[in-house]
């Protein structure tokens, strides 16, 4: 466990080894290696609902007939049929293909044609071991048909074949369970979105109204789906070395529809009900899907103009999209009118198109991350069990191994931001891991800086922080920047992203936790009121031992951090320290402006200096980004997850006035400095305030 206490040398232990794999280790065992017969003996009753009994079901097939023919019969007919084919004869063999093939429109209403596969496909499961890859022509059809539709004593018949098949013939396993994997999207997949070398037939899901047979609910359809497969991985549990890379395979593509994504989610978690052994495999796997889809999410909406994201946001609050996905068994394209809300009449066609596709986009981003809040939420009831522990131990795994390095994720790291907060021993376990993430040596900068970034934004935003941690976290980095700029600050020609960006990031993450948690810092014993706008005023404020020292320190240092990091975090740590009396900075923000950053930056020129002429070097290149993971979360259905736990931008009182003030003196640092600032940054500025 990594917690505050930890000395940041200590490498983290979190995530040793990846939870992204392609293959997991384990073999398929051989029928022979397994007694897979004996399994299929008189079950123990309390398995009886994934164990059969041969003779029981020949007894009752005793009682159909295939075109007057007895099952006995038909059992010789098979076997000689695949010797035949052996041999090169395929005329009988091709028959009984006939038997399973789709055929489209088929509406036989008698029930014979279903007596006559289940007879053959019993037939067919004494002689799987004959079923070898020359055999492969009858296997495919016999996987393609509607068996799921099927009575009841044809599904069980349907997975006795399933097992029998996999235990004599293993190189059927991955074709077996990827056939009935794709049956977890719980419907036809739409043709648009596959490959053009994509199979069609393989994505093809079997209906609950056949003719000749009772209809069967969607419900239903999806528990014969996990029924068969239960069994199969009972028979064979190293098949579950072969499931791993099929689930990662079939999960659905990232521009599938919200219905499809939440439904194969769904059955992968009711998958580990009976598979424990791929929980680790199955939550990496939703949440390295989960991140892709929200940075193509994040990347969109910065794509398009003001007025399509205007839509956007007006068409989710309008439609927040809070039904059930189970609603109706029928409406198998109702994710078509999802971002109905958007009306293309008002716009042009090309415009609209973009907009319902975001839209669309968004929402399926939102039911996904509201699925996963309550599939996580039961393990941390109490969050102090190992249960509680070990899924957290989980979730930490995923971030450092998935969502910290990709780059501007902006919602699913908000499972971490609410579990954490469960309980202060689970805030510091986090707290711990980025502190580890963001100091160790070794690590890429660019991932070290991240760390910090995400640090600095739980810290802050985190309602259930506790003073104490702020305090320790501050006093953490701050440290560590000592060390940073003593070693580095002889040599330094001047400020330099490239060349010092772990210090740079830091410097920001204490600047933007002051601007959020500056109450928390003070060391006074006097209660200050928030909302008496004169209780700051004059006021010589006592703060935490160290902490101004250790900002002043940093900040006039030849590293000169208030020029790289983000303007819009700087000018605001500048008035709201001006306003407190912590620091009064705007003398160097003044000099700074003077400074043109491509004279130093050892991205170009290998740091020789340059002539900056008329200053058309463009400084914001050469500047940090304003990303904090934990801004404001917008998912309009999600959001109730987070919203006890979260510390929203508040104004300072009286602040707004000494504004005024200065401007009215002729102080126009202020001014200038908004000039030259991102307009469209949205980190801790006044847009928050207004909510």
Same mark, same amino acid.
């Given at each position: 466990?990594?917690?505050?206490?930890?000395?940041?040398?200590?490498?983290?232990?979190?995530?040793?080894?990846?939870?992204?794999? %392609?293959?997991?280790?384990?073999?398929?065992?051989?029928?022979?290696?397994?007694?897979?017969?004996?399994?299929?003996? +008189?079950?123990?009753?309390?398995?009886?609902? $994934? /164990?059969?009994?041969?003779?029981?079901?020949?007894? +009752?097939?005793?009682?159909?007939?295939? !075109?007057?023919?007895?099952?006995?019969?038909?059992?010789?007919?098979?076997?000689?049929?695949?010797?035949?084919?052996?041999?090169?004869? &395929?005329?009988?063999?091709?028959?009984?293909?006939?038997?399973?093939?789709?055929?489209?429109?088929?509406?036989?209403?008698?029930?014979?044609?279903?007596?006559?596969?289940?007879?053959?496909?019993?037939?067919?499961?004494?002689?799987? /071991?004959?079923?070898?890859?020359?055999?492969?022509?009858? +296997? !495919?059809?016999?996987?393609?048909?509607?068996?799921?539709?099927?009575?009841?004593? @044809?599904?069980?018949?349907?997975?006795?074949?399933?097992?029998?098949?996999?235990?004599?013939?293993?190189?059927?396993?991955?074709? $077996?369970?990827?056939?009935?994997?794709?049956?977890?999207?719980?419907? *036809?997949?739409?043709?648009?979105?596959?490959?053009?070398?994509?199979?069609?037939?393989?994505?093809?899901?079997? &209906?609950?109204?056949?003719?000749?047979?009772?209809?069967?609910?969607?419900?239903?359809?999806?528990?014969?789906?996990?029924?068969?497969?239960?069994?199969?991985?009972?028979?064979?549990?190293?098949?579950?070395?072969?499931?791993?890379?099929?689930?990662?395979?079939?999960?659905?593509?990232?521009?599938? /529809?919200?219905?499809?994504?939440?439904?194969?989610?769904?059955?992968?978690?009711?998958?580990?009900?009976?598979?424990?052994?791929?929980?680790?495999?199955?939550?990496?796997?939703?949440? #390295?899907?989960?991140?892709?889809?929200?940075?193509?999410?994040?990347?969109?909406?910065?794509?398009?103009?003001?007025?399509?994201?205007?839509?956007?946001?007006?068409?989710?609050?309008?439609?927040?999209?809070?039904?059930?996905?189970?609603?109706?068994?029928?409406?198998?394209?109702?994710?078509?009118?999802?971002?109905?809300?958007?009306? /293309?009449?008002?716009?042009?066609?090309?415009?609209?198109?973009?907009?319902?596709?975001?839209?669309?986009?968004?929402?399926?981003?939102?039911?996904?991350?509201?699925?996963?809040?309550?599939?996580?939420?039961?393990?941390?009831?109490?969050?102090?069990?190992?249960?509680?522990?070990?899924?957290?131990? %989980?979730?930490?795994?995923?971030?450092?191994?998935?969502?910290?390095?990709?780059?501007?994720?902006?919602?699913?790291? @908000?499972?971490?931001?609410?579990?954490?907060?469960?309980?202060?021993?689970?805030?510091?376990?986090?707290?711990?891991?980025?502190?580890?993430?963001?100091?160790?040596?070794?690590?890429?900068?660019?991932?070290?800086?991240?760390?910090a970034a995400y640090l600095a934004s739980f810290v802050a935003r985190g309602a259930h922080v506790e003073p104490q941690v702020v305090r320790t976290v501050f006093?953490?980095?701050?440290?560590?920047?000592?060390?940073?700029?003593?070693?580095?600050?002889?040599?330094?020609?001047?400020?330099?992203?490239?060349?010092?960006?772990?210090?740079?990031?830091?410097?920001?993450?204490?600047?933007?936790?002051?601007?959020?948690?500056?109450?928390?810092?003070?060391?006074? &014993?006097?209660? @200050? #009121?928030?909302?008496?706008?004169?209780?700051?005023?004059?006021?010589?404020? $006592?703060?935490?031992?160290?902490?101004?020292?250790?900002?002043?320190?940093?900040?006039? &240092?030849?590293?000169?951090?208030?020029?790289?990091?983000?303007?819009?975090?700087?000018?605001?740590?500048?008035?709201?320290?001006?306003?407190?009396?912590? *620091?009064?900075?705007?003398?160097?923000?003044?000099?700074?402006?003077?400074?043109?950053?491509?004279? @130093?930056?050892?991205a170009v020129g290998n740091g020789a200096l340059r002539d900056s002429g008329n200053g058309a070097s463009n400084d914001s290149w050469h500047q940090l980004d304003?990303?904090?993971?934990?801004?404001?979360?917008?998912?309009?259905?999600?959001?109730?997850?987070?919203?006890?736990?979260?510390?929203?931008?508040?104004?300072?009182?009286?602040?707004?006035? #000494?504004?005024?003030?200065?401007?009215?003196?002729?102080?126009?640092?202020?001014?200038?400095?908004?000039?030259?600032?991102?307009?469209?940054?949205?980190?801790?500025?006044?847009?928050?305030?207004?909510?």
């Amino acid at each position: 466990m990594v917690s505050l206490a930890s000395k940041p040398s200590i490498p983290i232990t979190t995530g040793s080894k990846p939870l992204l794999k %392609t293959t997991m280790s384990g073999t398929i065992r051989k029928a022979q290696d397994a007694d897979l017969d004996d399994d299929l003996e +008189v079950p123990n009753p309390k398995r009886a609902r $994934v /164990s059969f009994n041969p003779k029981v079901e020949e007894k +009752v097939l005793e009682e159909y007939v295939a !075109k007057g023919r007895s099952l006995e019969s038909i059992r010789v007919e098979v076997k000689r049929a695949i010797e035949a084919h052996g041999k090169g004869d &395929s005329e009988k063999y091709d028959s009984i293909k006939e038997v399973f093939a789709q055929t489209e429109g088929d509406e036989r209403e008698d029930t014979g044609s279903n007596d006559e596969a289940k007879t053959y496909l019993l037939a067919l499961t004494g002689y799987a /071991s004959l079923l070898n890859k020359d055999c492969n022509g009858l +296997v !495919k059809p016999i996987l393609k048909c509607d068996w799921m539709g099927r009575e009841e004593g @044809f599904v069980k018949a349907y997975a006795q074949f399933l097992g029998n098949l996999v235990s004599a013939q293993g190189a059927y396993v991955g074709l $077996v369970l990827g056939t009935l994997v794709d049956n977890f999207t719980g419907g *036809m997949l739409p043709l648009l979105s596959l490959p053009s070398s994509a199979n069609l037939d393989t994505v093809r899901v079997s &209906s609950g109204r056949l003719p000749g047979c009772p209809d069967v609910s969607r419900d239903t359809l999806s528990s014969r789906v996990h029924f068969a497969l239960r069994y199969l991985l009972r028979l064979v549990p190293s098949a579950s070395a072969t499931l791993s890379p099929i689930l990662s395979t079939k999960f659905p593509f990232a521009d599938e /529809s919200k219905r499809v994504h939440v439904t194969y989610i769904n059955n992968l978690v009711r998958l580990l009900e009976y598979a424990p052994e791929l929980k680790s495999d199955v939550f990496a796997l939703i949440t #390295d899907r989960l991140v892709k889809i929200d940075v193509q999410m994040q990347v969109d909406l910065d794509d398009v103009d003001d007025e399509v994201a205007g839509a956007i946001v007006q068409g989710l609050a309008m439609n927040p999209a809070d039904q059930e996905e189970e609603d109706d068994d029928d409406a198998d394209d109702s994710d078509d009118s999802d971002a109905e809300s958007i009306n /293309s009449d008002d716009e042009s066609g090309d415009q609209a198109k973009r907009a319902k596709e975001i839209q669309e986009s968004v929402e399926k981003m939102d039911a996904i991350l509201d699925r996963l809040f309550a599939i996580y939420d039961p393990y941390f009831t109490d969050p102090n069990s190992i249960e509680a522990a070990n899924m957290f131990e %989980t979730l930490l795994g995923h971030f450092a191994n998935i969502i910290l390095p990709t780059y501007r994720s902006r919602h699913t790291q @908000f499972l971490l931001f609410h579990f954490a907060q469960k309980s202060e021993h689970l805030i510091d376990q986090f707290a711990g891991t980025c502190v580890q993430l963001a100091f160790q040596p070794g690590r890429p900068a660019v991932l070290r800086q991240s760390s910090a970034a995400y640090l600095a934004s739980f810290v802050a935003r985190g309602a259930h922080v506790e003073p104490q941690v702020v305090r320790t976290v501050f006093e953490l980095i701050g440290s560590n920047l000592d060390h940073i700029r003593t070693e580095n600050e002889l040599t330094c020609r001047g400020p330099d992203l490239k060349k010092y960006g772990t210090f740079y990031a830091m410097t920001q993450a204490l600047l933007y936790i002051f601007c959020f948690r500056w109450r928390d810092l003070i060391d006074s &014993s006097e209660v @200050f #009121d928030d909302e008496d706008p004169t209780a700051f005023i004059g006021q010589d404020l $006592v703060w935490t031992t160290g902490i101004k020292e250790t900002l002043s320190r940093a900040i006039y &240092s030849k590293l000169n951090p208030l020029k790289i990091c983000s303007p819009p975090i700087v000018s605001e740590f500048a008035k709201i320290a001006h306003h407190l009396r912590f *620091m009064y900075v705007y003398p160097l923000l003044e000099t700074n402006k003077r400074i043109r950053l491509s004279q @130093f930056s050892s991205a170009v020129g290998n740091g020789a200096l340059r002539d900056s002429g008329n200053g058309a070097s463009n400084d914001s290149w050469h500047q940090l980004d304003a990303y904090f993971p934990f801004d404001p979360y917008q998912l309009p259905v999600s959001k109730k997850w987070i919203e006890d736990d979260y510390v929203q931008w508040q104004g300072i009182p009286g602040l707004n006035k #000494d504004e005024s003030d200065d401007d009215s003196s002729g102080d126009e640092e202020e001014d200038e400095e908004d000039e030259n600032a991102p307009e469209d940054d949205d980190t801790a500025t006044d847009e928050e305030a207004e909510d």
